[in-house]
């Protein structure tokens, strides 16, 4: 299972019972965080999500509405007892102001929390089953985008064809690692003519509060589904520009140009009760967007 | 109007869609914010309070479960366009808490902030129709408790007798304050013959965390509501002694030598999910105990 579970898609004010910004990703067992909105831990107790599970937390900038739910949630780890490490990916600044609030509370964690400022573009976490990278996107402050990806799957064995050349099942492993393999006469048996391709790695991007800036579909090509940044309808993109937000349709301009197999919008501003706008002008210039709904969790 | 609404009875985890503490104390057309953990703004819109309308915010202690709702609310007035002042009473270490967000997000308040540290005991705001006192409470941090007092009413012109005493109505605001009038021949009319007591000023008391110290009684001698924090049941004393907590009948036993009028008792430990225990035990020491339930207004 590979997917996004959407928990705040407001932007700065909550609104209407929407929250700020917070997403959790599941691949398999692994559920990482992105963004922290106030509120998070609410959200996840509101929708069954196991905060002991996390283990990941990237953090995209330091505007409230995206991290103001960030010390109760580790705080709140520490009283339940969590003993496990818990590695946070975030803006540098964001270290201080933790430290200071645990210094406050006189409060020391049960768990090691592993802090990895956010500096420069490219892999920030390379596990056996995924890895994540950032890149910038472009606000009034600081602020990365974040993508997973799925790790390249294995080969599969194809059964007959093993047992018709003679394989030994101790090589299958190497088999499923895309070798070659050499029979004691010498003789090569081509990887493709015993296996079949694996599931192809799926990506997850989220570009966070962003001005519309084109070249970030480069940072993000083909990827399975883009979340990006909506804060505002077409009519406004003065002021989307002017508050280095997106509308509808840029957002839907770079998951065209990125060739993204999927778009969700989300970060909507306060000011819209409805959201019905949103879906039609997405949808208008690509086709395969939808809305990031609270609780819903849209698969990879 | 004089009345204290709910907004988090629960204590550090949030459970049971219970809220960390927040308090609304009306008086009039002031709104007081005392405590404000997180999601406090969200509890704001779900019971139609106007954030606007607070000028002044007491936080007890720096236990994030007490204050994480602070940085949103606040900035949240800020992208509100609020423009007059607001004020902040507080343990000094959250100045620079809130100081490295406001930085890190590169906000400028459209307002003015003003920080008061809590330091000693005593009056810390003193208006017109109200004062607050702070004083301390037992707690692992240094924390404090507050009590909000209506000034003294003025007393009341009893019609008939300002006539039969012929005196003129130039003269009334100083009988209201209590003043004898001395007639032109030099006769002294006693203030008592010719006006009525006003109504009696009322007081609201909020005991936030602490341990049993009926030293606290001494603190809040007659107030007509005491807020006393009840994290545990009896059972479990000796554990809220170790953690700087108050059971249901150590509260109702402050209430008692306070002897004040109502007991409001909140703050419950997340591992209870029913709260009928809490008022049976406390109703049993204090029978004018009720249970701080949210949303709810308690007339004072």
């Not at 480069?218 to 520009?241: G, P």
Request: aromatic share 10%.
């Amino acid at each position: 299972m590979f997917g996004v579970t959407i928990l705040g898609n407001n932007s700065a004010i909550p609104a209407y019972d929407r929250h700020p910004t917070a997403q959790i990703v599941t691949l398999n067992e692994q559920l990482f965080l992105v963004d922290c909105g106030e509120g998070t831990q609410m959200q996840l107790s509101k929708y069954k999500i196991r905060r002991s599970r996390i283990n990941h937390i990237f953090i995209s900038h330091l505007h409230g509405d995206h991290y103001f739910g960030l010390p109760g949630l580790i705080t709140g780890m520490g009283l339940l007892y969590r003993e496990h490490d818990l590695h946070l990916y975030a803006p540098l600044p964001l270290k201080e102001i933790l430290d200071s609030q645990l210094k406050a509370a006189d409060t020391r964690l049960p768990f090691t929390l592993h802090f990895h400022a956010l500096e420069k573009e490219g892999i920030i976490a390379d596990e056996e089953k995924f890895s994540v990278a950032c890149f910038p996107v472009y606000h009034r402050i600081e602020c990365w985008g974040f993508i997973i990806r799925e790790k390249k799957k294995p080969r599969k064995i194809d059964k007959d064809k093993v047992v018709l050349y003679d394989i030994p099942p101790v090589f299958y492993d190497h088999l499923k690692n895309g070798e070659d393999y050499t029979t004691q006469s010498g003789e090569v048996i081509k990887n493709e003519w015993v296996t079949l391709p694996g599931i192809p790695s799926r990506s997850y991007a989220y570009c966070a509060d962003t001005i519309y800036a084109e070249k970030l579909a480069c940072k993000v090509q083909n990827v399975n589904i883009l979340y990006h940044e909506t804060t505002y309808l077409k009519d406004l993109t003065e002021r989307a520009a002017s508050r280095f937000h997106s509308t509808t349709v840029q957002a839907a301009k770079i998951a065209q140009l990125a060739n993204a197999k999927k778009l969700l919008i989300g970060h909507f501003s306060s000011k819209y009760e409805k959201l019905d706008e949103f879906l039609i002008e997405a949808q208008q210039e690509f086709p395969n967007a939808e809305l990031a709904v609270e609780g819903v969790t849209y698969i990879i």
